[in-house]
């Protein structure tokens, strides 16, 4: 049926009009509340690493489009236009519900209230609309032409935002420039208890228990099932020596436990089935932290008698008291003390030692012997500690003279991952979770890569003091409050799945 060029004009206006509605309402609403697309841009698996460049386009754009299809001299260009943004919006619509582990929205109006699919058959519904307009405008363009031509446009817009995914997982993973990734509800199943007092601390884990040491009772053991519905309280027995006591903790790593305290300096191992401890070591080596490898040995920081300058090392106990340092592992860029401070942990899954620094955004992957070793960087931007360090003559020490900056407040290791309670808040984050949560960001040590994100929330306002992961679950304990959460997303693989 052939169409007056009288109605031909008033289809093709009707189409313009629409199109100029639904892209108006959606530039506006972005820029209405620019931080929130923002935000929603950089949590998308497709665009993260473009956030900032395309969330500035995408609006410019869709206004750019609405001007020419208001125009009439413009509008038949505008169409085309205005299908090519349909196409691009359809096409990522499309990738992100059948390659992406979770579906964010950066959509912006009234199409935050749709459901992907629902998304999906809108702009399918829209670009058919666009299609309609194109073939009723009466151009030089042969109709065969205009078809094929709505085909390239198709072809190509799916290649670019493809394009667009592929260049953005190879950035956000590798080449990070602080962007975080958080996958929709990553934790499930949990559980909180309260516990008696605030003085409790994380000692150790295995596939069955979580173990708690006592600040104000050092000798007491605490022992939770994972579901936390079942718990014991066993008391450490140790030789009488009389030693002076100062800073003693416990460590668990079934089926042994360890008491150190690193200024007596003193080492006490035994079996968790009877908790009956022998000396280990005893005045052979002072160290500032201690993390138990096996029966016989752990590896220590410690300041080194020839470099005056934090080590790191490895303590042996088994017949006989040896300490080897490596005093070229920790790289110093201020004093070799503070800004080489940090948090020193041992993967028995993988059977090494990590040490990521507090002050900077590095750790430092090797085996117990030193001799392989991997430099990793977490995803924030601090390469050099922002300390001031000052010189106290009277009793020749040195001390910070102000607060340093924070990079790296917490860390945990299970299987081939490096999880890191981040101090910083990185690009297009949303700031009140700041208040609400800790950070945990997730590094795959196989891959030397960042992988993704998560929240532990706060409890009463107190942010997390410790975590630990223990294959697909998350333990934390903030003050009084220990909580267990399972691990329920994509982007991590328990350690018993790739065994």
């Not at 869709?62 to 038949?76: A, C, T």
């Not at 208890?193 to 605490?222: C, F, M, Q, W």
């Not at 994972?226 to 030789?239: G, S």
Request: glycine share 4%; net charge positive; with cysteine.
């Amino acid at each position: 049926m052939k169409l007056s060029t009288t109605l031909r004009s008033h289809l093709i206006y009707i189409v313009a009009m629409l199109h100029i509605v639904l892209f108006t309402y959606a530039a506006l609403s972005k820029v209405r509340d620019f931080h929130t697309f923002q935000v929603q841009l950089g949590q998308s698996p497709l665009l993260s690493a473009f956030a900032e460049p395309v969330s500035y386009i995408v609006p410019t754009a869709e206004l750019l489009i609405s001007l020419m299809l208001l125009l009439p001299r413009f509008r038949y260009l505008g169409l085309y236009a205005s299908f090519i943004m349909m196409m691009v919006f359809t096409a990522y619509i499309f990738i992100m519900l059948h390659f992406s582990p979770f579906t964010p929205c950066s959509c912006g109006g009234i199409l935050d209230n749709m459901g992907w699919n629902e998304h999906l058959i809108f702009n399918i519904a829209f670009s058919i609309i666009g299609v309609f307009g194109l073939l009723l405008h009466k151009r030089t363009l042969a109709y065969k032409m205009r078809v094929a031509l709505l085909g390239l446009i198709t072809f190509l817009s799916f290649c670019l935002v493809t394009t667009l995914f592929l260049f953005s997982e190879e950035t956000i993973h590798y080449n990070n420039n602080f962007i975080r990734r958080f996958p929709k509800h990553p934790t499930s199943s949990k559980k909180t208890i309260e516990l008696s007092y605030s003085s409790y601390y994380l000692a150790g884990y295995d596939s069955k228990h979580i173990y708690l040491g006592n600040r104000t009772a050092p000798l007491l053991v605490t022992i939770f099932d994972l579901t936390l519905t079942k718990k014991r309280e066993v008391r450490i027995k140790l030789p009488d020596l009389k030693l002076s006591f100062r800073a003693p903790r416990m460590y668990v790593r079934t089926p042994y436990f360890y008491f150190s305290d690193g200024s007596v300096p003193c080492v006490f191992q035994g079996d968790t089935l009877d908790w009956n401890a022998k000396l280990k070591m005893f005045g052979k080596a002072y160290y500032t932290v201690f993390r138990p490898i096996n029966k016989d040995s752990a590896v220590i920081r410690a300041i080194s008698s020839k470099t005056k300058e934090n080590a790191l090392g490895v303590l042996s106990f088994n017949s006989g008291i040896r300490v080897k340092l490596n005093n070229n592992l920790l790289q110093k860029q201020i004093d070799g003390i503070f800004d080489t401070d940090g948090i020193l942990l041992y993967n028995s899954q993988i059977g090494k030692i990590i040490y990521t620094y507090y002050y900077r955004n590095q750790f430092i992957i090797t085996d117990s012997r030193f001799r392989s070793t991997t430099i990793g960087k977490t995803i924030d931007s601090v390469s050099h500690a922002q300390i001031q360090v000052a010189s106290i003559n009277s009793n020749n020490t040195t001390t910070l003279s102000k607060q340093p900056l924070t990079v790296n407040k917490l860390t945990a290791t299970y299987g081939n991952y490096l999880f890191v309670n981040s101090a910083l808040m990185g690009r297009f984050e949303p700031k009140i979770m700041w208040t609400r949560a800790s950070i945990i960001d997730v590094y795959d040590l196989k891959e030397n890569a960042y992988s993704f994100s998560f929240y532990i929330y706060d409890k009463q306002g107190r942010k997390t003091d410790e975590f630990v992961v223990v294959n697909d679950k998350v333990i934390s304990l903030n003050g009084k409050f220990l909580t267990v959460e399972e691990f329920k997303t994509d982007y991590y693989t328990p350690w018993n799945t790739v065994r």
